[in-house]
């Protein structure tokens, strides 16, 4: 069976998550691709969010979305191949079904372009700031570039590699972390781009963990060589930041009191959590419950610290057969 693509079908599946101006479809040798501009960037950006990996048609039709790096699309005809919704009056010659000329290969949805920044950080900028409410956080800038940063002051008795990951990793993706053997209370931990490393320098810089206060900055290597004693996480499926991107963004704040703990066992009780969290510190209160019948807790220590501990500590540990994952809630109390 025939599942027709469009300008229509596009319209009907993006205009709920704001105004459409114009679509452009086209085929490539990748196959049938459609460039997409919403009136506003956040417009934009909540479609991204909404609708990436999703299927067009039940089972079929799964929409791969990018950042286009075209800051204007040119509609000349008002057809089944594309539409101005802004200009009603364009004619509906058709056009030839190959590649519209001037139309590169260009991802998806539309992004404003920016004098200063790329294409690819204003897309990232964009989610960031849509989890924000519209507006990046204070004091992270959006245009950071580094994606390498230099963590000092650790407690080389307690840290590695995967426990820095389980903190890092909740501001973006991990490319790499590395302990420095000369300096082992330092470490270089690469990030998968600049936005995310802007957000841990914001989160993380003073936050302490088994005793130490954490200094984070940027490092002066770009990156982290592929060696022996760098552990490399590009293929972990542990990295938060493949999938819900600005779910994940609009989670992330400096360390609190309070761990989210999901992915539960469905008949976990209340003690059996406690029994694996409260060697990290003085619970002051749990709560289980249910979202989608998934089974998710809330446990809320007596300080930041031991919350943090706890979390780098337990995050992707086996509880009962299920490897669960825990992150810092911004909730003040339960």
């Known amino acids: 069976m025939m599942y027709p693509i469009t300008v229509e079908v596009l319209h009907q599946v993006f205009k709920a998550y704001g105004y459409v101006e114009k679509i452009v479809t086209f085929q490539k040798s990748a196959g049938f691709q459609a460039l997409i501009q919403y009136q506003s960037l956040q417009e934009a950006v909540e479609a991204f969010g909404a609708l990436h990996g999703r299927n067009i048609y039940d089972g079929c039709c799964q929409l791969d979305i990018q950042y286009s790096n075209l800051s204007e699309l040119q509609v000349h005809y008002n057809n089944d191949r594309s539409r101005d919704f802004t200009n009603p009056s364009l004619p509906t010659e058709q056009r030839p079904r190959g590649s519209q000329q001037g139309y590169p290969d260009p991802g998806g949805l539309y992004a404003f372009q920016q004098p200063g920044a790329s294409y690819a950080q ?72 600049g936005f995310q490393a802007e957000l841990a320098v914001h989160y993380l810089k003073g936050a302490v963990l088994f005793a130490k206060k954490l200094e984070v900055n940027y490092s002066k290597y770009p990156n982290i060589t592929t060696a022996p004693d760098a552990h490399d996480y590009t293929t972990s499926s542990l990295n938060r930041f493949n999938s ?58 007596e300080s930041e610290e031991e919350a943090t501990e706890a979390l780098v500590s337990k995050h992707a540990t086996s509880l009962e057969g299920n490897t669960i994952r825990i992150s810092f809630s911004q909730m003040q109390s339960i």
Do not use: W
């Open 244 to 301: 819900n991107v600005i779910k994940n963004y609009r989670h992330c704040c400096a360390p609190t009191k309070m761990i989210h703990i999901s992915a539960l066992p469905q008949e976990i009780s209340e003690d059996t959590i406690l029994n694996h969290v409260s060697e990290h510190g003085s619970v002051v209160n749990t709560k289980l419950f249910e979202v989608n019948g998934k089974r998710q807790a809330l446990v809320q220590f």
């Open 122 to 193: 204003m897309g990232r900028a964009a989610m960031i700031a849509a989890a924000f409410g519209g507006t990046l956080p204070p004091g992270v800038t959006g245009t950071n570039e580094r994606c390498t940063l230099i963590v000092s002051n650790l407690n080389t008795d307690k840290i590695n590699e995967d426990k820095l990951f389980n903190l890092f990793s909740l501001y973006g993706n991990i490319v790499r972390i590395k302990i420095l053997r000369n300096k082992p209370d330092h470490a270089l931990v690469e990030m998968a781009d």
